[in-house]
Nanobody
Framework: QVQLVESGGGLVQAGGSLRLSCAAS????????MGWYRQAPGQQRELVAI???????NYADSVKGRFTISRDNAKNTVYLQMNSLKPEDTVVYYC???????????????WGQGTQVTVSS
């Protein structure tokens, strides 16, 4: 019903920048929130940043001051500007959206397939 497609991952040197994008499409009535998560092998997926429909944002402490989440509601797209990247930021990043597919449906969670970010030291 809903598809999330991430892009923008890649290889950068420590201190460099990347901008991740995630576009949502499909049966979308409204999006309550979109966020970025990351998951290292053998570990739980952790929240990196999230932006709610009203514009409120939350960030993981480890990325505050370095990453900025933003959105384009008209395009159902969320961005993650990643500055001052560190080797420990090397992981797969996943986009998530909390979506209502209809006016009388509950909010459901949808995931993208992930995009790899690699930061060399």
């Amino acid at each position: 019903q809903v598809q999330l497609v991430e892009s923008g991952g890649g290889l950068v040197q420590a201190g460099g920048s990347l901008r991740l994008s995630c576009a949502a499409s499909g049966s979308i009535f409204s999006i309550n929130a979109m966020g970025w998560y990351r998951q290292a092998p053998g570990q739980q997926r952790e929240l990196v940043a999230i932006i709610f429909s009203g514009g409120r944002t939350n960030y993981a402490d480890s990325v505050k001051g370095r990453f900025t989440i933003s959105r384009d509601n008209a395009k159902n797209t969320v961005y993650l500007q990643m500055n001052s990247l560190k080797p420990e930021d090397t992981v797969v990043y996943y986009c998530n959206a909390l979506v209502k597919v209809g006016p009388y449906t509950p909010t459901t969670s949808w995931w993208g397939q992930g995009t790899q970010v690699t930061v060399s030291s």
